[in-house]
């Protein structure tokens, strides 16, 4: 079973599950991605959660839960950008929010930079969990945008952290659109004739949950 909190992704994922010749040992839920995540206790064989962490406001409390449903003995990985990811978007947001007298702005952004995890903190996360065997994969590697229009509609933007940059910025109204127009703009001043990179740092997580020990 898939899950996502789109109704027009759950749709598209039907729509390919027609044309699979496994789409019947599949199923699709649109759910929200907070915990309680759908399936009783010890539901689930395996885990697999991509990228999706870092759109929950306590992804320890969700690995929590996922743990709750994993079957003893059952598999949870997962991935999710760590402190690092986005640094050269964050370093131009922050010469804007200082250049506009955002210092609201300014005090939002660091408090989420200080929000994305290290490999410290997943390591917690996972056993708080109760999840043993855990492993931990870094990996590191530039996305490259040919421009500022292509960065902000990448779906990895523009449905991973966009709207939490867009309330740093005042959520809505002139006041967001005037701080993302300046944004914008120094993407394409700094970057002119050659591609905006964007750092990534992201993790893939791994842990099992245990057999219980047999009663003497």
């Known amino acids: 079973m898939g899950i996502d909190p789109s109704p027009a992704l759950i749709d598209r994922a039907n729509a390919a599950k027609a044309l699979s010749p496994a789409g019947g040992k599949v199923s699709f839920q649109c759910a929200d991605l907070l915990p ?19 759109d929950v406001p306590d992804p320890g409390a969700a690995l929590s ?27 131009l947001y922050a010469d804007v929010l200082t250049e506009q007298g955002k210092p609201d702005g300014l005090t939002a952004l660091a408090a989420y930079k200080r929000s994305l995890p290290d490999v410290d903190v997943v390591t917690r996360w996972l056993e708080s969990a109760g999840l043993t065997q855990i492993a931990i994969d870094v990996n590191r590697w530039e996305l490259l945008f040919k421009s500022a229009r292509e960065f902000f509609f990448a ?47 992201v993790a893939c997580l791994q842990g099992v949950k245990p057999i219980a020990a047999a009663s003497p």
Do not use: H
Not at 39 to 54: E, P, R, T
Not at 66 to 91: C, M, N, Q
């Open 36 to 54: 309680p995540w759908p399936g009783g206790n010890g539901a689930y064989d395996l885990i697999v959660s991509n990228l999706a962490l870092a």
């Open 155 to 201: 779906p990895i933007v523009e449905l991973g952290p966009l709207p939490i940059w867009k309330q740093i910025a005042g959520g809505r109204g002139d006041e967001m659109q005037d701080v993302f127009f300046f944004v914008k703009e120094a993407i394409e001043t700094y970057f002119s004739g050659a591609p905006f990179p964007v750092s990534m740092v």
């Open 65 to 91: 839960d996922g743990a709750r449903i994993l079957k003893p003995g059952g598999r949870l990985v997962a991935t999710i950008p760590l402190r690092g990811s986005w640094a050269e978007f964050l370093d």
